[in-house]
């Protein structure tokens, strides 16, 4: 009989907790989904206006068009296509070199897990996966800026970004091999196919997904990247797709723009594209990976 | 067991680690056309046994593995390791179909992995007829082209034993392929077994004794990585010789 009691009023007092937790969990996730709302919302308001065809068509204004523009009340003239064309020159440049030696290196590390070399490499690149990106930005600027292009270009950019790549895409990489089950690779082998074409035919389509969903979030990890820029890209007014010459990005272009006291409007349209693109980047990886899971 | 045995077991041992042999100085032949059951209680090495007969073993490196083996009279460790693979084929205990492919890719997967270029016809009539083999065909004639993954576990095996026989292999090795399916769908895995020793022979791993009884033709008892005895099943399971095998019949461990 006590010990009834006894147990209902444990019962009791374990769901009170439970409740008490469960708020505490709910306003927690309410404190941390407020300030990405505050910040979309507030980038709507301001920047919506600016954002039209010839925002994406035209390059950056000078500051001059500009002036004129505000003081008459005027939406300002021109737009981020200079940004873009930079941006996508750089962000493909670096996906082509580091996509490919990111899986390679994936793959190495999960096939060779045990080998002293492969844990070797892990730490590397979880270490790469820490520096600061400024510091990225310096070494491209000392590699390339200083000794390949002898000045600020695009190529000097992409080596900045696809450093900070690389861990990115390798983790995903080797992640992603640890999802795909041992009797998969055995089916393979069991039908006489050599260890490489294994690889390249079973576990890299098998992956694709997962790969996929690792390459997004790298980019949307990079696409918002300014400080390794400023000192390897450096920006240009004019749209070029040298890749030795220096080029804008659209992160660049807000830099600009907040320096420039005519163009703060254009500051609020552009991160509002920059932080949707990257959004959008980031729901679609979410996405592949859910579907990645059937396997 | 008898005089043209198309597989010889000569003094098998194979060891995880060093110094410990999960299976043991293992002899013995199996039977063209039949179906040899090997049996024992849980970690007494079936699957290593069967695992050393298409050189699995060797994708680990820290797998030593001493004795021979010959197929047809010539040793498995001197061929190319695809023809053996090729010769022997393989069907384990969780249904496997490769995730990327559809029905009718996995069918063929022996092919196209191994860059074995074939004509369009001639992978539709390997297709159709390792599907008709393995009684899969009308379940899944008008979904060739979706994902075998989409298929129930049932047919899954299925599907992976139309892999293994598109190949068209002399051996079929079967690790436990029952052990993850329902009874009705393990009810026609096994009239499948039965159909299939008429073209090929089949090592089946079980650890299910009533299944040796009702399909094999021979059995194998193994115990802490021995082989303790073998012959017809139907001797072993009513006149076992050995004790150890008495006792795992009557049920006193496994
Ligand atoms: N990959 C492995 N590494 C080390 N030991 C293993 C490995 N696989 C199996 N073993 C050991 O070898 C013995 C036989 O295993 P196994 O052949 O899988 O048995 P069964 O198939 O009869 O259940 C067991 O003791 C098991 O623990
Ligand atoms: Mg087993």
């Known amino acids: ?280 980047l980031n729901l679609l990886s979410r996405s592949l990976a859910a579907k990645h899971k059937y396997i | 067991m008898t005089d043209n045995p198309i597989l010889e077991i000569d003094n098998l041992s194979v060891a995880y680690e060093t110094g410990r042999s999960a299976v043991k100085n293992v002899s013995a032949s199996i039977v063209r056309n039949a179906i040899t059951a090997i049996m024992g209680p849980s970690g007494c090495g079936k699957s290593t046994l069967l695992r050393a007969v298409n050189r699995m073993h060797e994708l680990y490196p820290s797998i030593k593995t001493t004795g021979d083996i010959r197929l047809d009279g010539e040793s498995i460790f001197s061929m190319p390791v695809i023809e053996l693979r090729r010769r022997i084929g393989m069907v384990f205990q969780r249904p496997n179909p490769f995730p990327n492919m559809t029905i009718y890719e996995n069918v063929v997967a022996g092919y196209t992995l191994n860059d074995i270029r074939l004509k369009k016809t001639q992978r539709d009539d390997i297709v159709e007829k390792a599907l008709h083999s393995v009684t899969l065909w009308d379940e899944v004639k008008d979904s060739l082209f979706r994902k075998g993954t989409f298929l129930s576990g049932g047919q899954q095996q299925r599907l992976c034993i139309a892999r293994a026989i598109a190949f068209n292999p002399e051996i079929l090795l079967l690790d436990e392929p029952t052990s993850a399916l329902d009874p009705v769908a393990t009810a026609k895995v096994e009239d499948l077994l039965g159909e299939l020793k008429k073209e090929y022979t089949l090592l089946l791993v079980t650890h299910n004794m009533s299944q040796a009884a009702r399909i094999s033709d021979d059995s194998m008892f193994m115990y802490l990585g021995e082989l303790v005895e073998s012959g017809k099943t139907e001797t072993l399971f009513t006149n076992p010789h050995d004790q150890r095998t008495e006792a795992y019949l009557t049920g006193k461990f496994g």
């Not at chain 1, 009170?16 to 941390?32: H, M, Q």
């Not at chain 1, 204004?61 to 500009?66: E, I, K, R, V, Y």
């Not at chain 1, 004019?238 to 703060?264: C, E, G, H, T």
Request: glycine residues 6%; positive net charge; contains cysteine.
């Open chain 1, 1 to 280: 009989m006590t010990k009834e009691i006894f147990l209902n009023e444990n019962i009791r007092q374990r769901n009170r907790k439970n409740k008490r937790f469960r708020w505490l969990v709910i306003a927690g996730s309410v404190i941390t989904i407020i300030p990405i709302f505050l910040i979309v919302a507030n980038l709507a308001v301001k920047g919506v206006r600016q954002i039209n065809i010839s925002f994406f068509t035209e390059t950056a204004p000078d500051t001059f068009q500009a002036m004129i523009a505000t003081s008459n009340g005027e939406i300002i003239p021109g737009g981020i296509a200079n940004g873009l064309m930079g941006s996508l020159l750089m962000v493909i440049i670096a996906s082509l070199m580091s996509i490919p030696v990111g899986m390679m290196t994936g793959i190495y590390i999960y096939e060779n897990s045990t080998s002293r070399y492969a844990s070797f490499v892990r730490s590397i690149s979880e270490i790469l996966q820490g520096v600061p990106s400024i510091i990225l930005g310096i070494i491209a600027y000392l590699w390339i800026v200083k000794g390949v292009t002898r000045g600020y270009s695009a190529f000097a950019g992409s080596v900045a970004l696809t450093i900070m790549m690389l861990p990115l895409i390798i983790r995903s990489t080797e992640e992603t091999m640890k999802m795909i089950p041992l009797p998969i690779r055995e089916a393979a082998f069991a039908l006489g196919v050599p260890y490489y074409k294994m690889i390249i035919k079973v576990l890299i389509p098998c992956s694709f997904s997962g790969l996929a969903t690792g390459i997004l979030l790298a980019l949307s990890r990079i696409l918002g990247e300014t400080a390794p820029l400023m000192l390897t890209a450096l920006g240009s007014p004019a749209i070029s797709l040298d890749i030795a010459k220096p080029v804008s990005a659209v992160p660049l272009l807000i830099w600009d723009f907040y320096n420039d006291p005519n163009m703060v409007n254009l500051v609020w349209s552009a991160s509002l594209f920059l932080m949707i693109f990257v959004l959008s």
